[in-house]
């Protein structure tokens, strides 16, 4: 059982930025896919960004409200998943979650991921 631990969450102004970090509790050789989700009050979970490594390569997708501002990254021990999030507005406030699946390519549908953390929130006031 893998088990994510995130952190990084908390009140920022708008134009402000944030790292979030996600800990895996189990090292991986093997191909997978990392990502952050985001839920805001009354809306569907989205995609923020993903992060796919196969082989020697990572690959990377973006959602539209994250592309440009986002960056996702992840450490060579597949161990840590970072999200460097600038430029940030009100629209960003959400519970931000770290998920990730053993499938070598990105998924939007959450039901696509075997591990979750429990999501630190982020708020960004204007």
């Known amino acids: 059982q893998v088990h994510l631990l995130e952190s990084g969450g908390g009140l920022v102004q708008a134009g402000d930025s944030l790292r979030l970090t996600c800990t895996s509790s189990m090292r991986t050789v093997h191909d997978g896919t990392g990502a952050w989700f985001r839920q805001a009050p009354g809306k569907e979970r989205e995609l923020v960004a993903a992060?796919?490594?196969?082989?020697?390569?990572?690959?990377?997708h973006y959602g539209d409200a994250a592309r440009g501002r986002f960056t996702i990254s992840v450490d060579n021990a597949k161990i840590s998943l970072l999200l460097e999030m600038n430029s940030l507005k009100p629209d960003d406030t959400a519970v931000y979650t770290c998920a990730r699946t053993q499938r070598s390519a990105y998924s939007l549908n959450p039901n696509d991921y075997e591990y979750w953390g429990r999501g630190p929130q982020v708020t960004v006031s204007s």
């Open positions: 992060i796919s490594w196969i082989g020697r390569g990572t690959y990377t």
